[in-house]
């Protein structure tokens, strides 16, 4: 019973992103919504880094020697961000600059997918992990696990939102944009799914190099893509409405 359990805390958690999806749907001032979602994803996804993915670096690699260590964790950081600056290649990209009168705005739109879209493959191997997290923790201690769950969806409301911004901003890739989606949706129950169908361990260096590989391509979204939509957006005042919102979301991830 408790791995059912245990198991169903992680299709929850992921289902947490089509909330975020659905409040996009139901909001009308959708560049309004694009600002405040930008800079709430941004917090969250720093607090995401620091609170969350650093300290469990820091744990998976404690057997190993200071030169392994960074190794690990500086070689696979690096890999995370170049998997992301490879898909550039295949993506639609475009650095624009906002203006009162958007001049282009397909290219500004091709720029929000591109956000929601390499956002989207780096959180689904995040929340793989996550998930494998959440259902083993839920295995030896079921309130600690409801807990953890109940602090990863806070943070998935916010970025389903940013996700759904992107990814619906072009009137194309209708079937890429489903995919991208529903993978985003159940990658937490997946990766719990196949220690549950296997009972597979995951040891603590693969841990360490996915971890590692996350962390690259969190770090390389936060600082390259969405803090050059930020300054874009520095004259507004909703963008810092986002990231106040999203320093609260991170402050009750840390009460949890």
């Not at 807990?147 to 194309?172: R, Y």
């Amino acid at each position: 019973m408790e791995r059912f359990l245990s198991l169903s805390l992680t299709f929850l958690v992921g289902a947490c992103f089509l909330i975020g999806i659905k409040i996009t749907k139901m909001i009308n001032q959708k560049k309004e919504l694009t600002k405040i979602a930008t800079g709430l994803s941004f917090s969250v996804m720093m607090g995401m880094i620091l609170l969350d993915i650093i300290p469990e670096i820091g744990e998976s690699v404690i057997p190993y020697s200071p030169q392994i260590k960074w190794l690990i964790i500086i070689g696979f950081m690096l890999l995370g961000m170049g998997l992301l600056k490879t898909l550039d290649l295949f993506v639609p990209h475009h650095h624009h600059e906002h203006h009162e009168q958007e001049k282009n705005k397909k290219e500004h739109n091709d720029h929000l997918f591109h956000i929601g879209f390499i956002t989207s493959i780096s959180l689904i191997l995040h929340n793989i992990i996550e998930g494998i997290s959440i259902y083993v923790t839920g295995l030896t201690q079921f309130k600690t696990g409801l807990l953890m769950a109940l602090a990863v969806a806070l943070h998935n409301i916010p970025l389903g939102i940013e996700i759904a911004i992107g990814m619906e901003s072009s009137d194309k890739k209708e079937k890429t944009k489903k995919i991208t989606l529903a993978c985003l949706t159940l990658s937490s129950f997946i990766g719990a799914f196949f220690l549950f169908l296997f009972a597979i361990e995951m040891t603590e260096l693969i841990s360490a190099c996915l971890l590692c590989i996350t962390f690259g391509m969190l770090l390389y979204i936060a600082l390259f893509e969405l803090l050059r939509e930020i300054w874009n957006y520095r004259k507004e005042r909703t963008v810092y409405i986002g990231i106040g919102l999203g320093i609260i979301v991170n402050l009750l991830m840390v009460i949890l």
